[in-house]
């Protein structure tokens, strides 16, 4: 039996990141408390400050960006409601149904391209208040698309989903796993492309590069309501500040080097275009995911992947033909390059 190869270059996903020297010397000073009882003064400061990055009264920490989308679900929603959502968003292919299993409430898919719709489609797919009808009652949209390659939503686009649905009576959602990379890459702030939703959230495990975690902000109503939830499904902690002070300490230093991980993301696809049968186009690199198309290559995802795999260099197989690599904290702009050349080497092998 051969020992599978080490990884050494990990493009899998952003939540590869592990905590820094400097992160865990931050976690490991926090003053903390019983989170429960709301006496964790790091999570106090991580949730006022997020609150004020998003515009928002108030937030709460979570464990993770799962659970931020369903407890926000569970508090919009009710049994019968419907949600209005892009086709390949992360509530309708990867958080197990939760959206039916937990609030009895199923998405509405809009087809759309690069996961990005308009207010006039959000209209299109409000339901007739019919007995028969399902009740039409959230609008869900994800900054940055993760399926669509990582596209920015417009805060245009934002605000005209944000009119169409607050006219029909509708609340607005942001998935923001990775909003301060839309932030970062645009702009535009954080705040701005929240001020149209009622309620948001930010992934502190992608790339902000923290161990654990997630802060969902809106209303002070919306987050007294949200509380319920965390405690019913088991999302109230204990001394959790040693988790908040990951997240803090993120927010002081993880955020605007993301345009370092948006620019290897480009390096990485202009080298990965130029290969011969690879459908991939850079103008469409946004952010720091990368999805390719490797069809005209003559070989699956999963064969490139072994052969990248075999020195060292994980990326991610996304389908049949479908493979996608995340930039990141923990890999460099050499690491990416060295990434991008093994890519190219596993195709020419044939
Ligand atoms: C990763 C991700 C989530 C879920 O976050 P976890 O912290 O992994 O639970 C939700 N939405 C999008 C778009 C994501 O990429």
């Known amino acids: 039996m051969t020992t599978p190869t080490a990884i050494r270059i990990d493009l899998i996903s952003d939540t590869s990141t592990r905590p820094t020297p400097a992160m865990r010397r931050a976690m490991a000073e926090a003053p903390v408390g019983d989170e429960q009882r709301g006496e964790d003064p790091s999570v106090d400061r991580l949730c006022a400050r997020v609150a004020d990055l998003l515009g ?5 920490f979570l464990p993770s960006g799962t659970m931020c989308n369903q407890i926000a679900i569970l508090v919009h ?5 419907e949600i209005i959502a892009a086709a390949d968003s992360h509530i309708v292919g990867s958080e197990g149904a939760g959206a039916a299993a937990l609030a009895g409430s199923y998405v509405r898919p809009v087809a759309c391209a690069r996961g990005i719709f308009s207010g006039d489609d959000v209209t299109a797919a409000v339901r007739d208040r019919k007995p028969k009808s399902p009740r039409s009652r959230l609008v869900e949209v994800e900054q940055t698309n993760n399926r669509g390659g990582g596209a920015i939503w417009p805060l245009e686009a934002i605000e005209s989903v944000g009119r169409a649905a607050h006219a029909h009576g509708l609340d607005l959602h942001m998935d923001g796993a990775r909003l301060m ?43 007294e309501a949200a509380w319920v939830w965390k405690h019913r499904l088991g999302g109230a902690m204990r001394q959790a500040g040693v988790l908040a002070a990951a997240g803090l300490h993120a927010l002081d230093h993880h955020v605007e080097r993301l345009a370092e991980d948006h620019h290897n993301a480009r390096r990485f696809a202009a080298r990965v275009a130029a290969v011969p049968g690879v459908e991939l186009d850079p103008a469409e690199v946004e952010t720091n995911l990368v999805f390719i198309n490797v069809e005209e290559t003559g070989l ?42 093994a890519f190219a080497g596993a195709v020419a092998a044939g």
């Open 181 to 223: 990379n839309a932030a970062v890459a645009s702009g535009i702030s954080a705040r701005a492309y929240a001020a149209p939703v009622d309620s948001v959230w930010l992934d502190l495990s992608k790339g902000l590069g923290c161990p654990v975690g997630g802060v969902l902000a809106g209303s002070s109503a919306f987050v």
């Open 56 to 60: 928002k009264e108030a937030a709460l």
């Open 77 to 81: 929603c009710r049994p019968g409601d």
């Open 300 to 341: 699956s995802a999963e064969t490139i992947a072994a052969r990248t795999g075999e020195r060292g260099i994980r990326i991610g197989v996304d389908g049949e033909f479908r493979m996608r690599a995340v930039t990141h904290l923990d890999v460099n702009e050499a690491q990416v390059a060295e990434a991008a050349d």
